[in-house]
């Protein structure tokens, strides 16, 4: 795989970089047929990231299938696994970025096992990266997204209005919605000290979102902090896709500087998700909570929220209940979260 | 008990709020009064036993639209709670272009101050915040412990210099000693003197003004104490930082009555509202 950015996207591409390393210690490096894939998850699994980069945010992309000896039936690269500390370094100082850098060209070599970042800077300075990877398994947060009955879509400087309102120290919050009115508030676990813990609640109309839909009466729990990792990188401030399968999911359409294409990064961040592997051998991550969470995110890790939200599960189709016991599970499933 | 307020005025919100500020930074813990004109911050913490006191008092009329209040009983219309206006400081924080701000007593699962922030949203009916404040109710047995100090028999008093010259002197002396002396004369001069083992930082303030205090039997105080002489009293410098620092009152008049030794009592005064600060001498 060979990519080059320039110009403007290479700040966009520095921010996912920053975005991505306030979540997680690593990332994968997915270079896809339709674009380039960055995923990570953070070390509690309560949340997942993904930035898709469409081959059109790319001066030049280049993905050529390399067929691999012992997969004969899908002649995919598989994906690397990048330390994120030493990719950091190449994207410092992301704001000033495009002043100094002309051009941010990425070839993978699988042989090699070495990705090179060459950044090509003003007065014929060449800065080149080469960094190891990690061959991995594939990692794919698993939810069906097509299938959730609730779906919001509102602008991301609402979503800052919101957050403004809660201490920076509050770590979790409720999310509960009904047809009515979408109602933000602060979460405390249940053997809190409710005399000594000021509480905090927004009740917002659904005339503020751009799109809302709810089929379902639900309550989801979220760590607030996972929230405010993607608002940081939210500067050209796009619809925020919010569902109670706790699937966000963000669009950005940068029309305005690009008048020769427009490209569409696909953000999606994923609080307290199930995370499923794809090779049908291994065990299920599937409900992986420890309250002790280690990695950087820190913080209590909360139960999955469908585990309190009991109205909701019930409403919820059958396809979409928990799943109980580790099962073997193809690579075509999507899987079911609930 | 109950407890209704609203402010609709948004330089009202904004004054009270920095009024709440200043409390803030000066207490983790008060108590707040509240009579049928006034409202009363008050942090009465062992003045005597060394520990600082502050008394609040606040014109209910000039900050609130509406405001609704009943005491424990009839004859006793007050009521007395314990907050950490920190919260309520938090809760204004992100109302400064508030349509209004509600506040009301409640008890659902604790006596709390319920503050409902209602913002302007781009939608038809507004975005409505609600903060839960906790608060403690004080029995009325405990009353007397939040009485207003009266003024003590000082031996000067004078008005303060510029708060703002005051702040900066006072935080770069910070860095030499952790305590400061304060003295004063009835000529209008004021010295902040800090001494450490290797030097001595004197800061001289002159024709600041001394007020007039009528005594209540009409006489006019301390004519007989020969006017360049000084009172002066050693305080621990940081209490006197956390105020001049932290203060967003902007008094029209600032001034500071010094005993001898003993307690060193600032008063910020503003139209709308009042500020007493006691900080006890130390040896």
Wanted: proline content about 5%; aromatic content about 8%.
């Amino acid at each position: 795989m060979k990519c080059v950015i320039v110009g403007a996207h290479l700040r966009v591409f520095g921010r996912a970089i920053h975005a991505i390393a306030r979540i997680s210690d690593e990332f994968w490096f997915d270079p896809l047929e339709k674009g380039l894939a960055l995923r990570s998850v953070n070390s509690s699994r309560s949340a997942y990231a993904y930035v898709f980069f469409s081959s059109m945010f790319f001066q030049h992309y280049c993905w050529a299938a390399v067929p691999q000896p012992h997969q004969k039936d899908k002649q995919l690269s598989p994906p690397c696994k990048l330390i994120i500390k030493s990719v950091l370094p190449v994207f410092r100082c992301v704001n000033v970025l495009e002043r100094n850098v002309e051009k941010c060209s990425i070839y993978t070599n699988i042989n090699d096992h070495h990705i090179t970042f060459q950044l090509l800077c003003k007065h014929g300075v060449v800065k080149t990266y080469n960094l190891t990877f990690q061959e991995c398994d594939p990692l794919q947060a698993v939810f069906a997204k097509h299938m959730c009955p609730n779906v919001l879509k509102f602008h991301s400087r609402l979503l800052a209005d919101i957050m403004v309102h809660f201490p920076t120290s509050q770590e979790e919050v409720t999310l509960s919605v009904t047809p009515m009115k979408v109602c933000f508030k602060s979460y405390t676990e249940e053997d809190a000290d409710l005399s000594k813990t000021m509480l905090t609640e927004i009740q917002l109309n659904p005339d503020e979102f751009d799109y809302f839909q709810i089929g379902v009466d639900s309550e989801v729990t979220f760590c607030l902090k996972e929230l405010r990792v993607k608002d940081s990188w939210c500067f050209q401030k796009p619809p925020v896709c919010l569902s109670p399968s706790i699937l966000t999911s963000l669009e950005n359409q940068l029309l305005s500087a690009l008048k020769t294409w427009c490209w569409k990064p696909a953000l999606s961040w994923l609080p307290c998700l199930t995370l499923t592997r794809r090779l049908p051998s291994s065990n299920h991550l599937a409900l992986h909570h420890s309250r002790k969470a280690q990695g950087h995110v820190q913080g209590k890790l909360k139960k999955p929220p469908w585990i309190k939200t009991a109205a909701s599960r019930q409403m919820l189709p059958k396809s979409h209940r928990g799943v109980k016991t580790p099962r073997a599970q193809s690579q075509q499933n999507l899987g079911v979260l609930w | 008990m109950r407890f209704r307020a609203k402010i609709v005025d948004l330089a009202c919100l904004n004054h009270f709020s920095r009024v709440v500020n200043t409390i803030a930074k000066l207490a983790k813990t008060c108590t707040l009064r509240l009579t049928v004109s006034k409202l009363y911050f008050i942090l009465s913490d062992k003045v005597l036993n060394g520990g600082v006191g502050m008394w609040c008092e606040l014109n209910q009329g000039n900050f609130f639209d509406e405001f609704q209040m009943e005491g424990v009983s009839a004859e006793h219309n007050e009521i007395y709670l314990e907050l950490m206006p920190e919260n309520l400081s938090r809760a204004l924080k992100t109302a400064h272009n508030a349509k209004a701000v509600k506040m009301k007593l409640t008890n659902k699962h604790c006596p709390c101050l319920r503050v409902a922030v209602e913002l302007p949203s781009l939608s038809s009916s507004s975005r409505i915040v609600t903060h839960d404040i906790p608060v403690g109710v004080i029995p009325r047995r405990l009353w007397n412990d939040f009485r207003e100090p009266s003024v003590p028999d000082f031996d000067v008093s004078i008005y303060l210099p510029a708060l703002k010259i005051m702040k900066s002197v006072v935080e770069r002396m910070r860095n030499l000693s952790n305590y400061v002396v304060i003295e004063a004369n009835l000529s209008g001069e004021m010295n902040l003197k800090v001494e450490t083992d290797l030097v001595c930082v004197t800061t001289h303030f002159k024709d600041l003004g001394n007020p007039s205090w009528a005594l209540e039997d009409g006489c006019q105080s301390s004519q007989d104490r020969d006017p360049e002489s000084m009172a002066e009293a050693r305080i621990d410098i940081r209490k006197l930082q956390q105020l001049l620092a932290g203060q967003q009152v902007n008094p029209t008049k600032a001034l500071c009555n010094i005993v001898s030794k003993r307690v060193v009592h600032l008063i910020l005064l503003h139209e709308d509202v009042s500020l007493q600060y006691f900080i006890p001498a130390l040896t």
